[in-house]
């Protein structure tokens, strides 16, 4: 065990840096028991999210909830899972995770008010186009350009 907290401690510090390809080369020469440990689940999923890796982040915090849905990660975990969301232009879909963290942690208010924001900009953006085209201003026009 205390192998693992220094090869943990090694990855974190790792991470805090941003040296993500170092830490998940470094994640990935760990026993596999090791590899699937909570904290080492959110880290991978950090460093992809911070390489701009949204999908394979996505993959890994929701992977984090699948084993842990009630770890000391959760919180995180669904924070990450809604900037990955976001970035890949899904606001309603990170709307509902917003909603399933706990109302006392750190960024959740910040999240919603931009959630909020965002589907609101999409909203006005739909209306406008709607009223676009119910007035004929699209259409034929736009096909024959």
Same mark, same amino acid.
């Given at each position: 065990?205390?192998q693992?907290?220094?090869?943990?401690?090694?990855?974190?510090?790792?991470?805090? %840096?941003?040296?993500?390809? %170092?830490?998940?080369?470094?994640?990935?020469?760990?026993?596999?028991?090791?590899?699937?440990?909570?904290?080492?689940?959110?880290?991978?999923?950090?460093?992809?999210?911070?390489?701009?890796?949204?999908?394979?982040?996505?993959g890994?915090?929701?992977? #984090?909830?699948?084993? #842990?849905?009630?770890g000391?990660?959760?919180?995180?975990?669904?924070?990450?899972?809604?900037?990955?969301?976001?970035?890949?232009?899904?606001?309603?879909?990170?709307?509902?995770?917003?909603?399933?963290?706990?109302?006392?942690? %750190?960024?959740?208010?910040?999240?919603?008010?931009?959630?909020?924001?965002?589907?609101?900009?999409?909203?006005e953006?739909?209306?406008?186009?709607?009223?676009?085209?119910?007035?004929?201003?699209?259409?034929?026009?736009?096909?024959?350009?």
């Amino acid at each position: 065990m205390a192998q693992f907290d220094e090869q943990l401690s090694g990855i974190l510090v790792a991470v805090d %840096e941003g040296r993500y390809e %170092e830490a998940l080369a470094a994640m990935k020469e760990l026993p596999d028991a090791w590899q699937e440990r909570g904290r080492m689940v959110i880290a991978r999923a950090d460093c992809h999210y911070e390489m701009q890796s949204d999908l394979d982040a996505l993959g890994e915090y929701l992977s #984090y909830l699948e084993r #842990y849905p009630n770890g000391r990660g959760r919180n995180f975990a669904l924070l990450g899972i809604v900037c990955c969301l976001k970035n890949l232009d899904l606001q309603p879909e990170a709307k509902v995770f917003v909603d399933l963290m706990d109302d006392g942690h %750190e960024g959740k208010s910040k999240e919603v008010a931009d959630s909020v924001s965002r589907l609101l900009r999409q909203q006005e953006a739909k209306a406008m186009i709607s009223c676009y085209f119910m007035a004929g201003k699209g259409g034929n026009r736009l096909q024959s350009a």
